[in-house]
């Protein structure tokens, strides 16, 4: 909107420059290639600018730039020119519109299929189109693809948008405090994990972050589905479909993909489609799989949802034979990864920077790589599973996972724990050899109720050092040591959804109170940042240097398991635990973050049943009080007891 706030008549103009590169975001983000397709000469008409280009992968790529409201004065190729004359307070307005589209002739083949296709020898791309086809044209983002968004106008779009989120708060579980800011964040988190929603495939699943993760990864949908159980459950019902439905089929080493594996990340640009990238998808993620099982056992605790258990159960056996049969790349009963694609990640956890596993020396580890965290995520999955055989009467399934579980419990802690460092080591090299550098990760030991309660006390008191912990939140990497670097992506920053795995971590253990720590540390952090929201990371620098957060200047904001890390925190925080097929909820000794007082828990689901709690504060004690409680009954027990510190 345009107004004249002078007390004359103005005359002006306003000019738009647009062009379009059609880089793939591989290329955004650095690639480079030895050739790349055909631009095709504009087409240019009164109203609108639409521009080509035809990739290697034979696809015609389009992008339509449009003024539905009214034709420029002056337009071209690259700009658009509208002359104004207004008198005073008099206003106008613009609209312009842009409208990327792929043609369906080759783009209907699947990414998979087109991929493997130009990896042929002697493969060639198609030839040129020589003119705009007038039909077949697809519109990622639109459902059905086939169909393009209604030419809406730009206010009907605001409006339809503000009522899909307000109808998703609604179906969300509502939690409001004292604290306006902490309301802020929540709500901001809520719509968040709506705005990363996409539809992939015919599936709706959340995508990892935006602008580099705009798609869907199998670690991080993994993650954020678990943390966002506590408002909306269905975020972990999409994921797992999604992924169940992606799950590796067969041993493709350019893909690392094996039988039962979940995916790492799945592409659809062109260097996916021409095999540039193994994107197709790519499994070169060693801790997808057993984050998978975790969180459909945890989704049945929280839902009760036996058509979807039993309809996921066959992917949930296919993961756990991952872990028993292509797990362990040397028989000494690991979980390990080694790179086998020339295009993949050489480390592959959730830390997978080049440099993210480093010696104390700040040498990279060689491969295979046994990270302390995924360890702790197979075992978990395997009691979990050995519960969920118990539940189906498969006694021996449930023998063998939990046998299993208690061998791996046992070899862990022989072989990761630094008794003078007084917690878990990063890994295990290729030759065996502990990587002692203090990291994060033995945190998410205490997430997967991996270590003797004694062990766990230890590794919290080093997580909440100064050197580990920065008032913001807990480091990647405790500082004081050769590789860190608070600047750094794995080295020594902050991650939120990091943190609020060890949260709960915490609270497994019976440390709530500690747990309130670290939300406080994040709810700081994210005061600082706009509208509250805490982005994929932030720099590890101590609290005391100015009281100010180093932002990552690249970091992915909203970023879905970042949004969803407040709900996790908080979950252990309150220390809720439900078990929605026996129809209870335990609270356990919930604490609440400093300056929060009360807090409620607006129709929480647990199975069939909506429950509403209210949390207070007084005199350094903290109270819970059931309100509400909607359809099916449910037991609701409270347990208050000494808080455990460190």
Same mark, same amino acid.
């Given at each position: 909107?345009?107004?004249? &706030?002078?007390v004359r008549?103005?005359? &002006?103009w ?5 062009a379009?590169?059609f @880089?793939?975001?591989?290329e955004v983000?650095?690639?480079r ?7 095709l ?5 009164e ?5 080509? &280009?035809?990739?290697?992968d034979?696809?015609l ?5 449009f003024?539905?409201?009214?034709a420029?004065d002056e337009?071209?190729g ?6 104004f ?6 206003s106008?307005?613009l609209?312009?519109?842009?409208l %990327?589209?792929?043609?369906a002739?080759?783009s209907g083949?699947s ?9 042929q020898?002697?493969?060639?791309? %198609?030839?040129t189109?020589?003119?705009?086809p ?8 639109s ?8 030419p809406?106008r730009f ?5 339809r948008?503000?009522?899909? &989120? ?9 939690i ?11 709500a ?14 015919? =599936?709706?699943?959340?995508?990892a972050g /935006?602008p580099?993760?705009a798609?869907p990864?199998?670690r991080d ?11 909306? %459950? ?6 797992l479909?999604?992924l169940a439905a992606?799950q ?6 350019f ?9 790492h990340?799945?592409r ?16 070169g993620?060693v801790?997808s ?6 969180l459909?056992?945890?989704y049945?605790?929280?839902t009760?949802?036996?058509a979807t258990?039993? !309809?996921l159960?066959p992917?949930?056996?296919a993961?756990l034979?991952?872990?028993?049969q292509y797990?362990?790349?040397d ?13 993949g990640? =050489?480390n592959q ?7 993210? #596993? ?18 702790g995520y197979?075992?978990d ?7 969920l055989y118990?539940?189906l009467?498969r006694?021996?399934?449930a ?5 299993a ?8 802690d ?7 460092a007084?917690t ?5 090299d290729?030759?065996k050899? !502990?990587?002692?550098?203090?990291a994060s990760?033995a945190g998410?030991?205490l997430?997967?109720?991996?270590v003797p309660?004694?062990r766990a006390?230890?590794?919290? =008191?080093?997580?909440m050092s100064?050197e ?8 990647t ?5 050769r ?17 609020s795995?060890? @949260?709960?971590g ?7 109170k ?10 700081d952090?994210?005061?600082q ?7 994929e990371l932030y720099?590890g620098m101590a609290?005391?240097e100015?009281?100010l957060?180093?932002?990552?200047p #690249?970091?992915?904001?909203?970023q ?6 407040f ?8 220390g ?7 129809r209870?909820?335990?609270i ?5 973050? @400093?300056?929060v007082?009360r807090l409620?828990?607006e129709?929480?689901? /647990?199975?069939?049943t909506?429950v509403t709690?209210d ?11 059931v309100r ?5 009954p449910?037991?609701?027990?409270i347990?208050?007891?000494a !808080?455990?510190d460190?």
């Amino acid at each position: 909107t345009l107004t004249n &706030y002078l007390v004359r008549d103005i005359d &002006y103009w306003v000019e738009y420059e647009f062009a379009a590169d059609f @880089a793939d975001q591989f290329e955004v983000r650095g690639a480079r290639r030895r050739e790349r397709g055909t631009y095709l000469r504009p087409l240019v008409d009164e109203r609108r600018v639409v521009f080509f &280009y035809q990739g290697r992968d034979g696809v015609l790529y389009r992008v339509e730039v449009f003024f539905p409201a009214r034709a420029p004065d002056e337009i071209a190729g690259g700009r658009a020119r509208f002359n104004f004359h207004l008198g005073p307070n008099e206003s106008t307005g613009l609209e312009l519109h842009a409208l %990327p589209s792929l043609h369906a002739v080759r783009s209907g083949t699947s990414v998979r299929e087109a991929a493997d296709q130009a990896r042929q020898p002697g493969f060639r791309p %198609p030839p040129t189109m020589t003119e705009e086809p007038e039909s077949g044209w697809l519109y990622p983002g639109s459902h059905p693809a086939s169909q393009p968004p209604a030419p809406r106008r730009f206010e009907e779009r605001v409006g339809r948008a503000r009522a899909d &989120y307000r109808h998703w708060a609604e179906i969300s579980s509502r939690i409001v405090t004292n604290e306006e800011a902490f309301n802020g964040a929540l709500a901001q988190a809520v719509a968040d994990l709506k705005a990363l929603s996409v539809f992939w495939e015919g =599936r709706r699943v959340i995508s990892a972050g /935006v602008p580099w993760y705009a798609s869907p990864f199998g670690r991080d949908a993994a993650i954020t589905a678990l943390q966002a159980l506590l408002v909306n %459950p269905d975020i972990a019902r999409e994921a797992l479909l999604f992924l169940a439905a992606h799950q590796g089929k067969k041993v493709d080493d350019f893909r690392e993909e094996e039988p039962g594996k979940i995916l790492h990340e799945i592409r659809r640009g062109e260097l996916a489609r021409t095999g540039e990238v193994p994107h197709t998808p790519y499994y070169g993620s060693v801790d997808s799989t057993p984050l998978f099982l975790v969180l459909y056992t945890e989704y049945l605790q929280w839902t009760h949802d036996r058509a979807t258990g039993e !309809q996921l159960l066959p992917a949930a056996e296919a993961a756990l034979r991952w872990i028993e049969q292509y797990g362990d790349k040397d028989g000494d009963g690991f979980i390990e990864y080694r790179r086998k694609s020339e295009r993949g990640l =050489r480390n592959q956890g959730w830390k997978d920077s080049w440099d993210g #596993v480093p010696h104390l020396d700040g040498a990279p580890a060689e491969p295979p790589i046994a990270l302390v965290e995924v360890q702790g995520y197979c075992l978990d999955a395997r009691r979990r599973m050995a519960r969920l055989y118990r539940q189906l009467g498969r006694r021996e399934d449930a023998a063998r996972c939990a046998i299993a579980a208690q061998r791996l419990a046992r070899r862990l802690d022989e072989a990761f724990w630094m008794e003078k460092a007084g917690t878990y080591a990063l890994a295990l090299d290729g030759e065996k050899r !502990q990587v002692q550098t203090v990291a994060s990760n033995a945190g998410h030991l205490l997430f997967s109720r991996a270590v003797p309660e004694a062990r766990a006390r230890r590794v919290a =008191r080093v997580l909440m050092s100064p050197e580990s912990f920065s008032g913001f939140g807990i480091r990647t990497l405790a500082r004081g040591q050769r590789p860190y670097n608070p600047l750094s992506y794995h080295n020594g920053t902050i991650w939120p959804h990091d943190n609020s795995l060890i @949260a709960m971590g915490l609270s497994n253990y019976g440390m709530q109170k500690v747990a309130a720590q670290v939300l406080s540390g994040a709810y700081d952090a994210c005061r600082q940042f706009r509208h509250y929201r805490l982005p994929e990371l932030y720099c590890g620098m101590a609290r005391g240097e100015g009281d100010l957060v180093v932002s990552y200047p #690249v970091s992915c904001s909203p970023q879905a398991w970042a949004s969803g890390a407040f709900f996790l925190m908080l979950r252990g925080c309150l220390g809720l635990y439900p078990d929605a097929p026996r129809r209870r909820l335990k609270i356990v000794n919930p604490h609440l973050p @400093a300056g929060v007082q009360r807090l409620t828990l607006e129709r929480l689901r /647990v199975g069939d049943t909506r429950v509403t709690v209210d949390f207070t504060c007084s005199g350094g004690s903290c109270f819970a009080a059931v309100r509400d409680v909607e359809g099916e009954p449910l037991a609701i027990r409270i347990e208050v007891g000494a !808080q455990h510190d460190l």
